[in-house]
């Protein structure tokens, strides 16, 4: 599975969108881009996936470059319960995650 | 919200006893894993299993062993604790057809050999 590289850290303004990158360069056409969350050491959740088109649900959006090169994970309205640490994986088919080290997003009043 | 429960939630114990720690999900996923997760550190992948009877060992190097004699059960046992296996182990599942990255993680047990 393709590597990723994320900012260890980022802050936010409550209220205020978050976009949080990813670059994976190496990714391959039948790979899917994955992000998750982990709050405070709690079990991690699922956010949203993506192939090559962008992608949008409750919790977030997910935009991919045309090139599938890189990604942003998009949180509209950023509230201090989204403080958590953010992966973003890439998953082919062996359906296995593999965990980096994220970016700790922080945010603030 | 996914259903997968782990117990117990922490546990502190003596170095050399036995323990299992267990995970169960009533969302009848056939897939099922383990992961080991150090204080601010990674998640790593120890244990996984693809259906009943079926087990394979992770990236992760783990003196654990785990059984899946049923879909909703996947308990992970240390034949002898030791300190070094003092972390955090979390279990999740996924299902067969479903989009093959998407887990749903338990909350998690927290170790503590003394």
């Known amino acids: 599975d393709a590597k990723t590289t994320q900012p260890p850290s980022m802050d936010c303004a409550e209220g205020r969108a978050a976009n949080l990158p990813c670059n994976h360069s190496?990714?391959?056409?039948?790979?899917?881009v994955y992000w998750y969350r982990q709050i405070h050491s709690q079990g991690p959740q699922y956010i949203i996936h993506g192939l090559k088109n962008n992608e949008t649900n409750e919790m977030a959006s997910l935009i991919i470059t045309e090139d599938r090169k890189s990604s942003t994970l998009i949180l509209p309205h950023a509230t201090l319960r989204d403080t958590a640490v953010y992966y973003c994986?890439?998953?082919?088919?062996?359906?296995?995650?593999?965990f980096g080290t994220g970016t700790r997003l922080q945010v603030t009043l | 919200e996914a259903d997968i429960y782990q117990t117990p939630r922490y546990l502190v114990i003596g170095t050399g006893k036995k323990i299992t720690l267990e995970c169960s999900q009533t969302?009848?996923?056939?897939?099922m894993y383990w992961y080991q997760q150090d204080p601010g550190m990674e998640l790593h992948l120890i244990h996984y299993s693809y259906g009943v009877n079926s087990t394979e060992k992770g990236d992760l190097s783990s003196e654990s062993t785990v059984s899946r004699i049923r879909t909703e059960h996947f308990p992970l046992t240390l034949e002898s604790a030791r300190p070094s296996h003092t972390s955090q182990y979390l279990c999740?599942?996924?299902?067969?057809?479903?989009?093959?990255?998407?887990?749903?993680f338990g909350p998690g047990t927290r170790l503590l050999v003394l």
């Open positions: 969302m009848g996923h056939d897939k």
């Open positions: 994986i890439v998953c082919g088919t062996a359906s296995k995650l593999t």
């Open positions: 190496t990714i391959s056409g039948n790979e899917y």
């Open positions: 999740a599942s996924s299902r067969s057809g479903g989009p093959i990255g998407t887990q749903y």
